[in-house]
């Protein structure tokens, strides 16, 4: 976790502070996710749906890169097949979701194992209300958020490409 601080310090010195602020977002949508994850009796089923997503994103990238780049991967690993198999019928209503429970609900489910020293469950509710809020205000593009983006007032705006014809280099990664 001191990396990971670390990280967010050097990135907020180095005036790269919207980074800052989505990896600290980051951070806290992984810390309520793992909390909520191994929080009570059905932590084995949580997990398992959490594991089976990684199928249902394999399986969104297969048709997304065959549209796109007009490439099919094709699984060969019996666990890997069986595993998109899993995910197809446990995702076939929601694609786009590892959880049907919102982050916020998650959040605010009593701590099945540590109650605070008043004896009450604590929950991860002050984190999301506080500073997972805080994050998502500077991380979605808000004004807050893209104006480092805007050009400074009255000063021309000025684009490094030669020629607006110029091709933009990327480089395109995928994770299959």
């Not at 991967?73 to 197809?88: F, G």
Request: charged fraction near 25%; glycine fraction near 4%.
């Amino acid at each position: 976790m001191a990396e990971l601080h670390e990280t967010i310090c050097l990135l907020a010195s180095k005036k790269r502070l919207r980074d800052a602020v989505i990896l600290g977002r980051t951070l806290c949508e992984a810390n309520i996710s793992l909390y909520w994850l191994t929080n009570d009796q059905k932590s084995d089923e949580r997990i398992n749906r959490y594991i089976t997503f990684g199928g249902q994103v394999t399986l969104e990238n297969m048709v997304r890169i065959k549209k796109h780049f007009s490439y099919e991967y094709v699984p060969k690993d019996r666990r890997e097949i069986d595993l998109l198999k899993e995910a197809a019928i446990l995702f076939r209503n929601d694609r786009y979701k590892w959880n049907p429970i919102p982050i916020g609900k998650m959040a605010t489910e009593p701590d099945s194992y540590e109650p605070t020293p008043t004896g009450k469950p604590s929950s991860m509710e002050p984190v999301y209300e506080v500073f997972y809020y805080w994050f998502s205000l500077l991380g979605h593009p808000c004004i807050k958020a893209i104006e480092n983006f805007l050009p400074e007032w009255g000063v021309p705006f000025k684009c490094s490409r030669r020629s607006a014809h110029q091709p933009v280099p990327e480089k395109h990664v995928v994770f299959l």
